[in-house]
């Protein structure tokens, strides 16, 4: 059995060899880690045995030893040592390693997510404000010329920031609130054109996609921004000297995507995959390459790559990246397919003059409530304001004749809109409700929507976008 678990023949007699020429494998003298002046007292006498553990290269196991000293029975002190295989046990120990890792990895990303979900909601309040103001500029003083330069720099600079809390909110994972179902085949070819041309002449992208009849249901806007996000750190990675490959395919996800990533494998995807020839990523970097603003680069310049995971989680889809240093890096996105389209359809049987109607204001910010209420009366609307969800459910009570439309901020200090909706619905039934919200819809806002909410509307709202979405659903 000794030869054996050595790998040593059978009729090879061990007798009288050195430990360290047997046991080892290509050694040219004594182990340094020799625990026999471990065994015996300063005296030379036998002391208490000695434990610990080590990788044998001869047999490629790992061991747990036991040494002791015992006097034979000739009076010589010799070394028994017991070898216990412990190579299972450290295979398990190094998993729950990785696995402990990971979760600690996803408790950090989970706490950033939850900090950058608010930081967006309060941001976006604050734009609410200055975009509101700059609309109504923009309406008193049409004929200044030289402050309309000023205030369209102004609102490109809001715009700007709207974009970056779009990013927060889908790093967050609540960034899908527009979505649609549509074809994809075209919508990704020109993402991928578009973005082709401002390409660096010695950079090649090929376009392989190859999924005719394949629909999906997603944010047409945080879909493209997944791509490009994904497409430029391609860009970075080559240097702008190689090639990017575009490929996508109607398929079912890859066994070993199955297993990483708990997808059920009866579910169709479309699997979009981005392949460069770059520099690729060491094991840290991958680790690293979904935290917010993390950069190999010099500095870090957005969320990037966090919002993109974000964007695809937020989808029910599923995210993979492969990369080696030297070689280049897949990315791999699985999103759900939707198998059949019902397109509903659309009647325009009312029609309502401004004058005649009345909106609901349901805001607790007095600032916000303060500038969309000029904005709804410069329209010629009748604007009621409720700055919490009793003061709301009050209104809808006690007001005489109808009210057309709540505008609904959904988280308010007293109660959130999934508790006030029903609320006001219950006296004002023929009222429609859009939600509006510096968050993004997702969770109880989604539950809202699908109890009969009729719009979502993304803080800060835009005046045309507002009255556009007011016109359409009294129209409708």
């Known amino acids: ?5 050595l790998g040593l023949s059978e009729e090879r007699s061990v007798i009288g060899e050195k430990c360290w020429k047997i046991i080892q494998k290509d050694q040219t003298g004594p182990c340094p880690f020799c625990t026999n002046r471990r065994i015996v007292d300063a005296s030379g006498k036998p002391c208490g045995p000695y434990e610990w553990e080590y990788f044998n290269n001869r047999t490629n196991k790992y061991y747990r030893i036991v040494d002791k000293a015992i006097e034979w029975v000739d009076g010589r002190i010799v070394r028994l040592e017991t070898a216990y295989d412990i190579s299972e046990k450290r295979k398990y120990e190094k998993l729950a390693k990785k696995y402990e890792k990971t979760n600690e990895t996803l408790k950090r990303l ?3 997510e939850s900090l950058s979900g608010g930081i967006a909601h309060q941001f976006n309040n604050a734009l609410s404000i200055i975009t509101g103001h700059l609309n109504l500029i923009e309406m008193d003083y049409q004929n200044e010329e030289r402050l309309n330069v000023y205030v369209k720099k102004m609102t ?3 715009k700007r920031m709207t974009d970056l809390t779009s990013s927060l909110l889908a790093y967050a994972r609540g960034g899908k609130y527009q979505a649609q179902i549509f074809p994809v085949s075209d919508y990704i070819s020109n993402i991928i054109e578009k973005f ?3 390409l660096p002449p010695m950079l090649t992208m090929i376009n392989e996609i190859n999924v005719q009849d394949c ?4 944010d047409k806007n945080q879909l493209e921004m997944l791509i490009f996000s994904v497409l430029k750190n391609a860009l970075e990675a080559t240097q702008e ?3 990017i490959k ?9 066994p070993s995507d199955i297993l990483k990533g708990n997808i059920n494998p009866e579910i169709n995807f479309l699997c979009l995959t981005i392949v460069d020839d770059g520099s690729g990523m060491d094991a840290e970097t991958q680790e690293r390459v979904f935290e917010p603003f993390f950069t190999t680069k010099f500095k870090g310049r957005g969320l990037g790559m966090a919002a993109a995971y974000g964007i695809v989680k937020n989808h029910d889809g599923y995210f993979f990246i492969k990369s080696s240093q030297g070689i280049g890096t897949s990315v791999k996105i699985y999103l759900p397919v939707i198998e059949k389209i019902d397109i509903p359809l659309q009647t325009n049987e009312n029609f309502y003059s401004k004058k005649d109607i009345i909106v609901l204001l349901i805001e607790d910010d007095e600032a916000v409530m303060n500038v969309t209420n000029m904005m709804l009366e410069r329209k010629g609307y009748t604007v009621l304001q409720a700055s919490s969800g009793k003061k709301a459910i009050e209104i809808a009570r006690s007001h005489n004749g109808t009210i057309h439309i709540a505008l609904l901020d959904f988280v308010l200090p007293d109660m959130n809109g999934d508790i006030i909706y029903p609320l006001i619905q219950k006296h004002k039934p023929e009222m429609k409700v859009i939600v509006l919200s510096g968050y993004a819809i997702t969770g109880p ?8 909410a009729r719009a979502f509307l993304q803080k800060p709202v835009p005046m045309k976008a507002l009255i556009q979405k007011i016109e359409e659903i009294l129209e409708n």
């Open 246 to 254: 575009v490929s996508c395919e109607k398929e079912k996800p890859d």
């Open 215 to 218: 629909s999906i249901k997603a």
């Open 241 to 243: 000297i190689g090639t």
């Open 110 to 112: 989970e706490s950033l």
């Open 156 to 158: 490109a600079s809001a």
């Open 445 to 452: 806002v989604q539950k809202l929507m699908n109890s009969g």
């Open 196 to 198: 082709r041309q401002d």
């Open 1 to 5: 059995q000794f030869n054996k678990e």
